[in-house]
């Protein structure tokens, strides 16, 4: 008796999912040129992603953009009209429980939460993905490829289980879990992406992955900026952060000043100021892969050079970015009492980074790389403004910084700060090291990502798909 109730039920759900797979599959063929790029993440923080999003779009794509709206994203990708970014719903820390079981929760909302939004949104040709994060994200979106009749590419930029391991232990079991998991789920891709040629032979050694290196290349937006523009940035910043703000008045009413610059007001010229601080810039998103006491321990032994009377400038150090660490280095900053340096913690506006970059004098990176494979793409923006980089060594670092060509690596705060002593001592004379990096990187004449892009990933489209040479 119970055996046509059972039939029936199966019919009723089994019937509407075949109608619906059939119907997108059918969609999916006048849908050729649209992709579902997924971001299990902030997608105002996901610059390459971003940059996925726009280099599609100028190529003849329509784009659908998913990912968390925490952050503001570029105004270049929220006016075109190709892109459309649809909103995921981020599930909040849980207050009680176990930890191990906070983090299925939230794995198991993510995955039904991923799957719906996926299979709401017009069938696509690709689906691509950026890992990390891919759990549960990977094989959500192979399961709706095979629904839908998608392809799926991974843009591999980590590996998910070795920043997990900086926070559990490499031996701990949700990290063997995920490891186990995105070696096995990542072979279901169609294409791979990654972003440097170290973790390329590593994903092919190790994980059996065919995978192409699409180095991470500064966009168009990152530049030197003009003395003028440099001026403006500082009084708008000058107004909420007070390094940034001139020290004293000036006595001359026609004189506008901030801390770096001043401007004639009747004639609008714009000069640097006369025994400026240097200004210093790194970005972070706080997390355990980057250890700023190493940077914060240079800071105190370049002060005591100036304190034993080396001929050096103040330093202003500013540090943008969020994440979960900032709150404890804030206060490990505000324990700190320099005389001659300034830190500064700002979120910058998405318009106002490049412009930060573009008018600071040196850039720290403390990156080292979970894995070891990865690069920082804050260096990649820092050179694309033609700014020096001194960057904390690891593996595959010379696949980007050249020491003592493009700037300066170092093994820890002692060497770093002997590096800013060397930099800094002729500050800001055209004739030091410190100008003779810029002017290398000037004359570089570096790749932007629209460029690259359409030499290494266009040509993979449309090798996959016939369609795509029409």
């Known amino acids: 008796m119970a055996a046509p109730y059972v039939a029936a039920l199966v019919l009723a759900i089994g019937l509407p999912l075949l109608l619906l797979i059939a119907w997108k599959r059918w969609l999916r063929g006048r849908s050729a040129r649209h992709v579902i790029v997924v971001v299990l993440g902030d997608v105002g923080r996901s610059p390459r992603m971003q940059y996925h999003a726009l280099s599609l779009a100028k190529w003849g794509f329509s784009v659908t953009l998913l990912g968390y709206c925490n952050s503001k994203p570029y105004d270049e990708l929220l006016q075109n009209d190709r892109i459309q970014i649809v909103r995921l719903t981020e599930l909040q820390r849980l207050a009680v429980g176990l930890h191990i079981l906070q983090y299925g929760v939230k794995v198991v909302f993510q995955a039904v939460h991923l799957l719906w939004k996926l299979m709401c949104s017009e069938p696509a040709a690709y689906i691509l993905l950026q890992n990390p994060p891919g759990l549960p994200a990977i094989a959500v979106c192979w399961f709706v490829g095979c629904l839908c009749g998608s392809k799926l590419v991974i843009d591999w930029h980590n590996y998910g289980y070795s920043i997990m391991g900086l926070v559990h232990g490499p031996s701990h079991c949700l990290v063997l879990l995920a490891k186990w998991y995105e070696k096995l789920c990542g072979r279901l891709s169609h294409l791979n992406l990654c972003v440097t040629s170290e973790m390329r032979e590593d994903l092919a050694e190790n994980w059996g992955i065919k995978a192409v290196t699409v180095y991470d290349k500064p966009a168009s937006f990152f530049k030197e900026t003009p003395l003028d523009l440099q001026h403006q940035l500082f009084m708008k910043l000058g107004r909420t952060y007070s390094v940034f703000g001139a020290s004293s008045e000036p006595s001359d009413q026609a004189t506008e000043r901030s801390t770096f610059t001043e401007r004639n007001v009747k004639s609008g010229m714009v000069t640097h100021l006369r025994g400026r601080p240097a200004l210093l810039v790194s970005s972070t998103s706080w997390t355990e892969d980057e250890d700023f006491s190493i940077l914060l321990a240079a800071l105190e032994k370049f002060e005591q050079l100036i304190l034993n009377g080396e001929s050096l400038p103040s330093l202003v150090c500013v540090i943008t970015g969020k994440g979960p660490l900032k709150e404890y280095y804030s206060r490990v900053i505000g324990r700190k009492h320099f005389q001659y340096i300034q830190v500064c913690t700002p979120w910058l506006e998405a318009e106002d980074y490049p412009r930060l970059l573009g ?21 990649v923006d820092m050179f694309g403004c033609c700014l020096p980089v001194c960057a ?35 500050f800001p004379h055209p004739a030091g090291k410190l100008n003779q990096f810029r002017k290398n990187l000037q004359e570089s004449k570096q790749l932007r990502w629209n460029e690259s892009w359409k030499q290494t990933v266009l040509p993979l489209l449309t090798d996959m798909t016939p369609w795509a040479k029409d």
Request: proline share 2%; charged share 25%.
């Open 392 to 426: 904390l060594n690891f593996r595959c670092l010379h696949e980007l910084v050249k020491h003592e060509e493009n700037g300066l690596v170092f093994e820890d705060a002692e060497e770093l700060a002997a590096q800013l002593q060397m930099l800094f001592s002729k």
């Open 359 to 379: 008018s600071a004098d040196l850039g720290i990176c403390l990156h080292k790389s979970s894995s070891g494979l990865d690069l920082p793409m804050k260096v």
